[in-house]
């Protein structure tokens, strides 16, 4: 089992950026734990702050060279059709997780251009948000 979790932009800056919002862990000390807790699943990561490259790694791993794929898209998230566009073109599930709870933020937070063509979404769970999203894809396979 491989899943591959796709973080946007901004979201390098885990650990440092609006702590009181995402917290103070950054996000490699993160995914070494989830990884030890899923020794049975490859967990590949990438981060970009360019929405092409977030659309290229989906293109490059959206055929089934993994079984499904966590995104956060961070604010791309809100704004971009074309990574909805990627979503919707490959053939791999990808599950939408956002850190905070959007709908309790801003009124532009609210709206998701990616849920439709996601098959699920965790949000305001913390970084426990990818943790959900793997078991999705483990639990769906
Ligand atoms: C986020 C929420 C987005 O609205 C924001 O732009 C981010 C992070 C989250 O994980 O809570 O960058 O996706």
Redesign the pocket.
């Known amino acids: 089992m491989k899943v591959l979790i796709i973080n946007?932009?901004?979201?390098n800056l885990l650990g440092r950026r609006e702590p009181t919002?995402?917290g103070s862990r950054s996000f490699d000390d993160y995914l070494a734990e989830l990884r030890a807790a899923y020794p049975d699943v490859e967990m590949p990561y990438f981060q970009s702050n360019h929405e092409g490259a977030i659309i290229d790694s989906l293109h490059d791993n959206g055929f089934g060279e993994v079984d499904g794929i966590v995104l956060?898209?961070?604010?791309y998230?809100?704004t971009s059709l074309a990574i909805a566009d990627a979503i919707a073109a490959i053939s791999t599930p990808v599950v939408e997780?956002?850190?905070?709870d959007?709908m309790k933020?801003e009124p532009i937070?609210h709206h998701s251009m990616i849920r439709e063509v996601c098959v699920a979404c965790y949000?305001g769970f913390g970084l426990d948000?990818y943790r959900r999203g793997v078991d999705h894809i483990i639990n769906s396979k």
Do not use: C, E, F
């Open positions: 946007g932009p901004n979201l919002i995402y956060n898209a961070g604010a998230t809100h997780v956002h850190i905070s959007v933020r937070r949000a948000s």
